[in-house]
């Protein structure tokens, strides 16, 4: 791992042989042994990330996310953990910390996520299941399952040919 173009904050937990990219910026984070992360990725505190997972350039994986293992995950890949997102409160205050809710989201191990796919918040993709590039996953994957489209709609079983 070079440590040209990183942050990556003390309190992150990186596990054996994870490659890192440049320009990558990890915080508050667990990272599983072997697992690969493409440049230009952030990942908030409060995420994980499993054993000898993939994760591709441009992806954002915010806090609440939880990654198992064996997991792709494609370019440019957005995970959304709220909801309801406002800037400020009712008063015109700046929301802070207290004022939102975290709602996890659960990948499941041997999933893949297609390049530039939304995943929205408080959802679970199943083991096995095969995201459809661009996609907007609004609610749960069951596992072994291939889902495209926007929102994303299942397309057939993963072991179907």
Not at 39 to 53: L, Y
Request: with cysteine.
């Amino acid at each position: 791992m070079s440590n040209k173009f990183l942050s990556i904050a003390d309190d992150v937990k990186l596990g054996k042989d994870v490659k890192i990219y440049n320009f990558v910026n990890l915080y508050g984070c667990e990272i599983g042994d072997g697992t690969k992360i493409g440049t230009f990725v952030e990942i908030q505190r409060g995420a994980t990330v499993g054993k000898n997972c993939k994760i591709s350039s441009h992806t954002f994986i915010c806090e609440g996310v939880h990654i198992d293992d064996n997991c792709f995950i494609g370019h440019n890949v957005t995970f959304i953990n709220d909801k309801y997102p406002r800037a400020t409160n009712p008063d015109g205050s700046m929301q802070t910390d207290a004022d939102w809710v975290c709602v996890p989201t659960y990948i499941k191990k041997g999933a893949s996520i297609g390049s530039s796919s939304t995943i929205l918040c408080g959802i679970t993709i199943g083991e096995n299941a095969v995201i459809g590039c661009g996609a907007v996953v609004t609610k749960d994957v069951p596992a072994n399952t291939i889902v495209a489209g926007v929102p994303a709609r299942v397309m057939r079983r993963a072991d179907e040919k």
